[in-house]
């Protein structure tokens, strides 16, 4: 599986610090734990972008054969793993002691898919595929992310 994203992209979207506190699911300040909860969000995100943009008008293969990721898509994931990291962080706490920081970016992340999907927006320096609708419906236009 390939990845979209990185830390340092999540970091410059949402903060070195949130990041960080976001990642500590324990609250112990474990560099290893927190590491690995970033990795695991970048994984998860990125796994829901294959998923979404299957049967689009783009091919994953060429979003991976690609030099660089392109930034839209790098942005993207950027948002999901934020989003993904601060809202399972969240499933502890109280929503009295800590709100919800990150719901616009999933909210902002999907309308892009969706509009990748419709066509609306192009990805820079890809062609889109032959013989795909010029409007791809989406079946699930609720929102989704897991």
């Known amino acids: 599986m390939s990845t979209y994203?990185?830390?340092a992209d999540i970091e410059?979207?949402?903060?070195?610090?949130n990041v960080a506190k976001w990642g500590d699911l324990e609250?112990?300040?474990d560099a290893?734990?927190?590491?690995?909860?970033?990795t695991r969000a970048i994984a998860v995100a990125s796994d829901a972008l294959d998923s979404r943009l299957l049967g689009g008008p783009y091919?994953?293969?060429d979003i991976l054969d690609t030099p660089s990721t392109p930034t839209i898509i790098e942005d993207v994931c950027a948002k999901l793993s934020a989003a993904w990291l601060e809202e399972s962080?969240?499933?502890?706490?109280?929503?009295?002691?800590?709100?919800?920081?990150?719901?616009?970016f999933r909210k902002d992340a999907m309308l892009t898919i969706r509009e990748l999907r419709a066509g609306k927006v192009r990805i820079v320096g890809l062609t889109p595929?032959?013989?795909?609708?010029?409007?791809?419906?989406d079946p699930d236009e609720e929102d989704w992310f897991v």
Do not use: Q, W
């Not at 410059?12 to 610090?17: E, P, R, S, T």
């Not at 290893?32 to 970033?38: G, L, N, Q, S």
């Not at 962080?89 to 616009?104: C, I, M, N, V, W």
């Open 12 to 17: 410059a979207l949402a903060g070195i610090g």
């Open 27 to 29: 609250g112990h300040g």
């Open 59 to 61: 091919d994953i293969a």
């Open 129 to 137: 595929k032959t013989g795909v609708p010029e409007k791809v419906t």
């Open 32 to 38: 290893t734990e927190i590491t690995a909860r970033i």
């Open 89 to 104: 962080r969240r499933l502890g706490a109280s929503e009295d002691t800590e709100k919800l920081e990150t719901a616009h």
């Open 5 to 7: 994203c990185t830390r």
